[in-house]
């Protein structure tokens, strides 16, 4: 018989499982379309060629100012895409940075990082043991 005391331990265990649960990342979006800038473009002129916002081609091209010259040639990714994850592994003790876990899989720590959106985009070091990255994406 279960008495009250037991079923709010039990519930107090389930709830924190659920909260300290593992984590699962998501592939960052890569660029699907690009186009060079021509003489003349401006972020209005090729979102409205494209049929996109300012604030679109802003987040699409991190680094890109919208607000002065776009650089002729240059090239700009006017359309994303989210790959889809098609392997999860998760941290461990003996996979507890990046350099290991990509090794062990076979991809790059460049991959690593653009595969999971919960890792540091600069140098990778919050990787969580017991949380899952992902190491395969769909082509």
């Not at 279960?2 to 499982?17: G, P, Q």
């Not at 300290?20 to 690009?34: E, F, K, W």
Request: aromatic fraction near 4%; charge should be negative; proline fraction near 5%.
């Amino acid at each position: 018989m279960f008495t009250i005391s037991t079923f709010v331990l039990v519930s107090a265990l389930t709830l924190c499982s659920t909260l300290t649960g593992v984590v699962q990342a998501t592939p960052r979006p890569v660029c699907d379309v690009s186009r060079p800038v021509s003489n003349g473009d401006t972020c209005t002129s090729i979102g409205q060629q494209v049929g996109v916002g300012q604030q679109a081609l802003e987040s699409m091209n991190p680094g890109i100012n919208c607000g002065s010259t776009l650089t002729p040639g240059e090239a700009i990714c006017t359309k994303q895409r989210t790959p889809t994850c098609i392997l999860n592994k998760p941290a461990t003790s003996n996979l507890k940075t990046c350099d290991q876990l990509a090794a062990a899989y076979g991809i790059t720590m460049d991959d690593l990082i653009a595969y999971n959106d919960n890792v540091n985009n600069n140098n990778c070091d919050n990787l969580v043991i017991g949380n899952t990255y992902c190491v395969s994406i769909s082509a």
